[in-house]
Every structure is written in structure tokens, then in C-alpha cells.
């Protein structure tokens, strides 16, 4: 955490602290109370009793299973039901506030003390708020916890932290209006759980518009109060947020309940009196004005939030905050040559899409404020079936069909959340901000494309691939353009690039090849030819094509062109699918049959341990293993987690003469399968092949290099002669000159991956998309977004336990590999038994050749009967072995997760505990040193001295 941090957090819980401690200070008879009511809830057992109960709720909270599967160093799962955590803690804390007085009697007296009733009130509800601090820093252990498993963000803990503390604030004041009603504490505890319960289910208390239509024209919609709602308040701090609107919003509440506080032991002075009807009318006017005043306060400070940053973002990476190359390019736009954004949102959108839909609208007048008169930003509200969404569809922004749950049944809604971005000479669309794109890079990318007066190209080769899209011959079916080619084409323009002729060099920035070893020998000599003029080239090429089921994979044949059913024969792939030619040009080794599996998403996502193959290879940040990124290059620094299904690799031949540097490699838990151990033929009439399940795996502790840079090196004439340096340079302008981002997977842009990566399906924050714009910018020698692009929290895992899995899962291997070796040797010693008997009986000299051949066919027959039933009892057990192997590895991690549980549910009892112990104890020590010895019980009864 950063100095400057530290001062952020310092001042915003100064800010705070500030209004208590001045006066506690200002006010004796305040910090009497104070001090009363403070000491009165821990004189009991009782009031201990709660904070444990507290802790120990939160702490089953915070480390549940959903922690351990999600492997994220954060209170996630504390927050999202914290609001249901305070349902409990704070009538518990403040029903003693006002009832417990009434019930003995000690009110009156309290109201004769020279004091006001508004210091009073102060003077209770600072005790209460002292309680639940306290009951907080109890929970404190969870940090400590955090801290000894991982790294986490400590500036979205402090953060989280404050949320906890300010939301109970707020609630701690309906709770002490609700003691304030009652006269036993056990009433005002249900009263005030009842009171509480309105800001923490705001709209899940009203009836359904279906149910009553009549409404929606008096109060606001059932989402519009789920944003008033206790969780989504406390949503921005769990993110490493203190969003003044929030705070804000809080302090409201505090006050409007606070102040009806007061009314109800004021009305002491006026009841019953001739008067009092009036008075209660007075102060009912006076309390709804109150609230009618906080109300349109809140409303305008949220305006101005989208004008004036109005938020602390405590991040480690400043996420939340315009990043410097943002405002560098607002700063640097040209008066002549103005920016439009047309933005359409929905008025309603689910849920989980809210705090999104919020950073879009917040960044956007970020955006109007920082541009001036240079960027104009419109914002169309869209409704479904209206003028507006008429207007949306022409410009290209799509409503997406979202299914959410609302209450207990799953919706279906439309939502808008697109933009245009237009200037005098070029415009972009976006047709919807994904939520695992970062939308600063896209608004910002999008200004600055259209802000330029041209565009670089990027060509896409065509090949059998067909990113392109276009009409497929052999099926018969037209077929969709990747979406990876919509993404560049918001900031480049995109032309396809046919491979039949020879390929201008003086057209492209970048030319991408996706599968260029399914090329004609034709095709491959243009394309090979174009390679060696040395303009920026980004292959992808893949042993077993999981996008299309292995149909373009290098060893399958071109498809017939008439399908199957007819038409010419298919083309031959040049070098017979092995790219030879191209290889030869990269100098590198690429076998187009050998695909690479790894073991690290088993351990970075146990919840798809029993779904996902190890041939789905995860190359992670997380690895714990240097250089799974090469972190010292643009393309891959700063990413975090990669994924390719079935790919290949790539090595430096042993005398190569380019510059060869890995991008991108497994760890050294992985292997490599061949063409044969991974497929087996389809059907015979259909043809095609399938991809076997569960192939042997053998562990060969390499770390595969699944993608590099390759280019030629630079010259270095250093010291030499001019004659020397005349003839280096005949010999460069010979060679060819080689610049190759070579990527052995083409899954990795392909739409599957590319949907997961922009939407974050099944929670994972993938970056594919990221690493192949990141690629092409840098082969365009544009950069700028590189950065910008990688600006998003760091995924901080329980780096302990996943050293732990690592662990288990080495040892699982081993175990496997000795099974299988195990069957290997019991099916080779049947086989020996086999040919032994086979060759007793050639050396019998007396059977005839006849007799020996029929014999030996009938023992083949017998044995091999044995041999079949030996293999699949040999496979049975084998496979049995392997279960009890996975399923003793699943108990070994669910015992571990339970030990963590288990401190981090146990470690946070102790300090409330030994607090009850020594304050009881030192109690109990003070009352027994003023009694004296005679009333003591067990002490000797000395009878008086007679009088004389």
C-alpha cells in the first residue's frame, strides 16, 4: 500500500471519527453517558455473548465453501451478506439502549441529569456504536487470516472494512428508535430487527407491479429500491471504493432516525398535555421535511458524482480512477475535429449488472467533464418498443437477451448498454459494454480511432479456418466472421487476404494467418514469401482444432468442395499438413501431431477439476511458476491467465539464427500426448475423428513453450572493417528478415473462448482477447493501449492452499504413473506368456508343419480369450486404483480447506472471550475486596466480645 493511500484512508476515517470525538470532548455530561452505557453492556455476560455469536457468524460467512472454490484473497462472501449479519448484531447491541431503562426505572432519573435530551441521545448512541466498533475489531482476525494464506489488496480490505462499520452506524440508530418504542428489551429487539429489516430488503417488502399495476405510478420500481437497498450501498466499499454518495447515504439515515430519537423521548414534555394533539402533528410535519430535505440532498450530490469524481478509490491499482493516458488523450484532442458518444442504456437491468451499468454512466461524465467542448456525450435512456430503442437498433447497438432471477423465478430482460462514438471523419461502435472488457480501454480506445485521420490495416489470410466468415462449400452453409475480427475492426480497418496470389507488402500493418498449414503448396510458398520480407506476421496454428472438432486440424484432409456426397477431389495441404515450409523459414520445430496438456487449472479452479481435461491448458500468473508470462515483453506483461484448448508447442531449432522469445509456456506439471494417444477415428461412414476423454498422461516436468516472438537479429557492426561491414550487409540484404508472433493454438481467438473472455462465464477473468489485441499492437508499433488495456484488479489467490493442491496433485500423478506402469507390466507378462507357448510349439519336433500351425492357432485363440479378459480386469483395476487415487487427493484439499475453516472460525473467538474472562474477573476481584470478611461465605462467624 502506497504513502498516498495511507493518507486517503487516514482522512476518511478522520472524517469520520471527527463529529464523536469533538463531542465526547466538548460535552461532560455526553461522555457520562457514554461511559454509562458502556460499561453497563459489558458488566454482563450476555453482551460478550453476542459478540461471539457475531464473530463467529461472520467468520462461517467469510470462509465458506464458495471462498475455497472461488480462490480469491477477498471478503466477497462476508459482504454479500453482511446486511443479513446486522439483522442480528445490532438490536442485539442497541436494545438495551432506551427499554433496559424503562424496565428499571433509571429513565426519570436519567432525565433529571443537567443535560439536554439531544446529548443524551448522543451520549447512547456513541456507547452503541463503541460496542459494534469493538464487536468489528474482533472480526479483524480475518484479515489475519487472509495475510497468512495470501497477498490480498489491503486497500480494498481497509475499504471493506469501513463499509462494515459505517452501514452498522446507520443501522445502530433504527435500532435505538425501535428500544425507543418498547419497554422490554426482548420487544425491542424484535422491533428493531423488524425496523432493520426495511433498508436490507427494500424491495423484496413490496408487492410485485403484476400483482397490484396500480404501483408503479405511486412508489418507484422494484429495482430503482433495490439500489437503496443496505447491500448494493455496501457493494462500491467491498469493490475498494468510499463513493461519497454512499457515505452520504448512510449519514442520512443516521440522522433521520437519530432525530426521531429524539422526538419520541421528548414527547415526555408535551403528552397528555391540551397541546400535545398539535405537537405530535408539529414534529410529524417537522420529521417528513427532514426527510423530504436529506432526500433531494442525496439527489444532488449524486448528480454532481458524475461531474466531479466524488470517490476514493483505495485499490492497489487505481482501477476506478482515469488512468493518465486517458487524460493525456483528452488533453491532446484538436479543437477542429469535435467527439460525439451517443450512449443507450436501460432504465432496468439485472442485478448483477448494475454496479457495471453504474461505471459506464459514472465514467462517461468523467469523460464530458474532462473533454469540454471537445467531447459531447448524449445519453439516451431506452425503453423496450420505444422511439428510443427504434433509434438504438438503427445505429447497430442490439438489445442482449439477459436471464436474471427476481424473485425465486428466472426473468428474461432486454438490455441496452451500447454506444457510438463519432467525430467529423470516423466512428466506432460498440454494441454492448461487456462486463469483462474494461470500459474505460473501450471508450477510450474508441476517442482516440476516431479522433485520428486514418486507420492502420490488418489483412486475416484466408484459410480453411474461415475467420473471415463466408459461404463453406463443403457444407453447404454460410458462415459467421469470428468475432475476433468485430473487436479489431473497432480500432483498425480489416480487409481478408487472399493466399492464391502474391501479398502486397506495402498494404498491411499486420497480416494474421489463423491454421496456415491447411494451405495449398501454392498458397504456402505466397504466404512464406510474404513472411520473409520481414512485415509484422501473427500466426496461429494448432494440432487439434477443439472449435470445430478437430475438422481443420493440420493431419485431417481439406475439405471436398462439393461436400461428401460428391464434387472434386480435395486439395493437398502443403507439406502434407506440416508446414514444413514455413518452419523451415522460422527455423523452429512445431510436430503437427503432439498436443500438450497441463495439471494447473485442476488447481486454480477445483470446481472444474471432474469437467475440464488437462488438454485445457491454463497459463496463469498464478502458477507460482516465473515465466509462465513473460513479463518483460509488452505482449504478455501485466496479463494474468490464458487459456488454449488442445494446443501445440514451438521450440528454437539447435541452429537457428533468429532471435527466439518464449511468450508464453506451461509449468513443469505437464506433458505432451500424440496424434494417436489423443484422437481415434470417427465413424467409418461419416469420417472425422474423436477426442478420447481420459488418454494416458505421462508427466515429462518440461515447461512447454506454446507461444514466442521469432525475429531476425540485429546487426552489429561493431569493430568491423568497412570491407567487413559491405559484405555483412550483402549478406542481410540475402537473408530473408523474419518478424513472427507465433502462437501454437488457434483457440484461443476462436468464439468460444472469445464469449467466455468478454462476458466472464463461469467466473473466470480470462485474457485470450487481451493477448491477441496486445499482439497485434505491438506488431503495428502502436502501444498506447497496452497499458491501458491491463488496468484491472490483480487476482489475488490463497497462494498456501494452491501450494498445497500443487502438492497433492504431484503426488496424485506419481501414483497414477506407478498404477499404470504396474499394468503394463502384468499385460507385457501375458503377452511373453504367449509367445513362449507359441514357441514350444514351433520347436516340437514331432508335430508335422500342419498340426503345428493348428495348434498354434488354437492356443493364439485361448490365450488371447485369457489375454482380453487379463486386459480388461487389468484396465478395471487400473482405473479403480486411479479413482481411489482422485478421490483420496478430493479428501486430502476438503480436509485442508476445513483446517483453515476451522482456525479462521476458532482464532476469532479467543480475544472476545479472554475479554469477558479478565473485565468479569477484575469485576468480581473489585466487589470482593469491599465486602466484608464476616458476609463472606465459608469465612468463620467471630460472635461479639460481652460487654462488661
Known amino acids: 500500500m502506497t504513502f498516498s493511500q495511507l493518507v486517503q484512508i487516514v482522512f476518511w476515517y478522520l472524517l469520520l471519527a471527527a463529529p464523536i470525538v469533538v463531542v465526547l470532548v466538548r460535552s461532560t455530561v455526553v461522555r457520562a453517558v457514554w461511559w454509562r452505557n458502556l460499561s453497563s453492556y459489558f458488566s454482563s455476560l450476555l453482551g460478550y455473548l453476542f459478540i461471539v455469536l457475531f464473530v463467529f457468524a461472520a467468520s462461517l460467512f467469510a470462509f465458506d465453501a464458495e471462498f475455497f472454490a472461488a480462490n480469491l484473497a477477498t471478503l466477497d462472501r462476508l459482504t454479500e451478506r453482511f446486511p443479513l449479519l446486522l439483522l442480528f448484531i445490532v438490536p442485539a447491541i442497541a436494545m438495551s439502549a432506551w427499554a433496559d431503562e424503562k424496565k428499571q426505572g433509571t429513565d426519570e432519573l436519567l432525565f433529571t441529569l443537567p443535560a439536554s435530551d439531544l446529548q443524551i441521545v448522543l451520549g447512547k448512541y456513541f456507547a452503541v456504536l463503541t460496542v459494534y466498533a469493538i464487536a468489528i475489531a474482533f472480526s479483524l482476525t480475518h484479515l489475519a487470516i487472509l495475510a497468512w494464506y495470501s497477498d490480498p489488496d489491503w486497500g480494498m480490505l481497509l475499504a471493506t472494512y469501513f463499509g462494515y462499520l459505517v452501514a452498522g452506524a446507520a443501522l445502530l440508530s433504527v435500532g435505538m428508535f425501535g428500544s425507543s418504542l418498547a419497554s422490554s428489551p426482548t420487544v425491542a429487539f424484535v422491533v428493531g430487527a423488524l425496523l432493520c429489516a426495511v433498508p436490507v430488503f427494500v424491495a423484496d417488502l413490496l408487492p410485485t407491479e403484476e400483482s397490484l399495476p396500480w404501483l408503479s405510478w405511486v412508489l418507484p420500481s422494484r429495482r430503482t429500491l433495490a439500489e437503496l437497498s443496505l447491500s448494493e450501498q455496501l457493494h462500491a466499499f467491498g469493490l475498494g471504493l468510499i463513493p461519497v454518495t454512499n457515505l452520504l447515504y448512510f449519514l442520512s439515515l443516521t440522522v433521520l432516525m437519530g432525530y426521531l430519537n429524539l422526538v419520541v423521548i421528548t414527547q415526555r414534555h408535551w403528552k397528555g398535555a391540551d397541546y400535545g394533539t398539535r405537537m405530535e402533528m408539529h414534529f410529524a410535519v417537522r420529521a417528513l421535511a427532514l426527510a423530504v430535505t436529506l432526500v433531494c440532498f442525496n439527489s444532488v450530490v449524486s448528480l454532481a458524482s458524475g461531474v466531479i469524481n466524488l470517490q476514493a478509490d483505495l485499490t492497489a491499482e487505481k482501477v476506478f480512477t482515469l488512468s493518465p493516458i486517458t487524460q493525456k488523450l483528452i488533453g491532446g484532442l484538436k479543437k477542429d475535429n469535435p467527439i460525439t458518444i451517443q450512449a443507450f442504456y436501460s432504465r432496468e437491468v439485472p442485478r448483477e449488472l448494475l454496479p457495471h451499468k453504474k461505471r459506464l454512466l459514472g465514467l462517461l461524465r468523467q469523460y464530458d467533464r474532462l473533454g469540454g467542448q471537445l467531447i459531447t456525450v448524449r445519453y439516451v435512456e431506452v425503453e423496450p418498443a420505444s422511439e428510443q430503442a427504434e433509434e438504438a437498433e438503427l445505429l447497430g ?16 430482460m432486454e438490455v441496452y448498454l451500447g454506444a457510438l462514438v463519432t467525430s467529423a471523419t470516423d466512428d466506432v461502435l460498440i454494441p454492448y459494454f461487456q462486463p ?78 489463423v491454421m496456415p498449414s491447411s494451405l495449398t503448396q501454392p498458397q504456402m510458398e505466397n504466404f512464406v514469401n510474404y513472411v520473409k520480407t520481414g512485415k509484422p506476421v501473427l500466426i496461429f496454428d494448432d494440432p487439434l482444432t477443439y472449435f470445430d472438432a478437430g475438422q481443420t486440424s493440420p493431419r485431417q484432409p481439406k475439405p471436398r468442395p462439393g461436400g461428401m456426397f460428391g464434387g472434386a477431389p480435395p486439395e493437398q495441404k502443403a507439406d502434407g499438413g506440416r508446414a514444413t515450409t514455413l518452419l523451415n523459414a522460422l527455423q523452429i520445430a512445431w510436430d503437427n501431431g503432439e498436443v500438450v496438456w497441463d495439471n494447473l487449472g485442476r488447481e486454480l479452479h477445483p470446481r472444474f477439476a471432474e469437467l475440464v481435461p488437462p488438454e485445457f491448458v491454463f497459463i496463469s500468473a498464478r502458477s507460482g511458476m516465473r515465466g509462465s508470462f513473460n513479463e518483460n515483453h509488452p505482449v504478455t506483461r501485466g496479463l494474468q491467465e490464458v487459456l488454449l484448448l488442445y494446443p501445440g508447442r514451438i521450440r528454437p ?16 506439471q505437464s506433458g505432451v500426448l500424440s496424434w494417436d494417444e489423443v484422437t481415434e477415428p470417427g465413424l467409418p461412414f461419416f469420417g472425422g475423428i474423436n477426442i478420447r476423454r481420459n488418454p494416458r498422461r505421462v508427466l515429462d516436468a518440461d515447461a512447454h513453450v506454446v507461444a514466442a516472438e521469432i525475429r531476425s537479429k540485429p546487426s552489429s557492426d561493431k569493430g568491423n572493417t568497412k570491407s567487413e ?44 482477447v487481451r493477448f491477441v489485441l496486445n499482439a497485434v499492437d505491438y506488431l503495428a508499433g502502436d502501444t498506447a493501449y497496452i497499458e491501458l488495456r491491463s488496468r484491472r484488479p490483480t487476482l489475488r489467490t490463497l497462494t498456501e492452499i494452491q ?146
Open 397 to 412: 447497438i442490439t438489445p442482449q437477451r439477459l436471464t436474471t432471477t427476481e424473485d425465486g423465478r428466472h426473468v428474461e
Open 436 to 513: 469483462g472488457v474494461p470500459v474505460e480501454y473501450e471508450l477510450t480506445r474508441s476517442i482516440r480511432t476516431v479522433s485520428q485521420e486514418s486507420r492502420r490495416t490488418v489483412g486475416i489470410l484466408r484459410t480453411d479456418a474461415r475467420v473471415n466468415g463466408g459461404f463453406s462449400m463443403s457444407t453447404f452453409r454460410s458462415l459467421p466472421e469470428w468475432q475476433i475480427k468485430r473487436e479489431l475492426a473497432k480500432q483498425y480497418k480489416v480487409e481478408e487476404v487472399s493466399p492464391d496470389v502474391e501479398i502486397p507488402t506495402d498494404k498491411y500493418d499486420v497480416l494474421i494467418a
Open 653 to 668: 531449432r539447435a541452429d537457428s539464427k533468429l532471435a527466439f522469445e518464449p511468450l508464453m509456456r506451461t509449468t513443469v
Open 725 to 768: 561491414s559491405e559484405k555483412d550487409e550483402k549478406q542481410e540484404s540475402s537473408e530473408a528478415k523474419i518478424h513472427v508472433i507465433y502462437v501454437a493454438d488457434a483457440d484461443i481467438i476462436s468464439d468460444q473462448l472469445f464469449a467466455i473472455s468478454q462476458t466472464e462465464a463461469y467466473d473466470l477473468r480470462l485474457d485470450n
Open 803 to 948: 501450494n498445497q493442491t500443487r502438492r497433492f496433485a504431484e503426488e496424485r500423478q506419481r501414483e497414477i504413473e506407478k498404477a499404470r506402469k504396474e499394468a503394463d507390466e502384468a499385460l507385457e507378462k501375458a503377452r511373453e506368456r504367449l509367445e513362449k507357448i507359441v514357441e514350444e510349439i514351433r520347436k516340437d519336433q514331432s508335430l508335422s508343419p500342419i498340426e503345428k500351425e493348428q495348434k498354434i492357432q488354437l492356443a493364439q485363440q485361448i490365450e488371447q480369450r485369457r489375454l482380453d479378459v487379463a486386459e480388461a480386469n487389468i484396465e478395471r483395476e487400473r482405473k479403480k486404483k486411479e479413482k481411489i487415487i482422485r478421490d483420496r487427493e478430493q479428501r486430502l484439499i476438503r480436509a485442508l480447506q476445513q483446517r483453515i475453516r476451522m482456525r479462521a472460525t476458532i482464532l476469532p473467538l479467543f480475544p472476545p472471550i479472554v475479554l469477558a474472562i479478565v473485565v468479569l474477573g477484575m469485576r468480581r476481584m473489585r466487589e470482593e475486596q469491599h465486602i466484608e470478611a464476616s458476609r463472606r461465605v465459608g469465612e468463620p462467624r467471630v460472635a461479639p466480645a460481652a460487654k462488661v
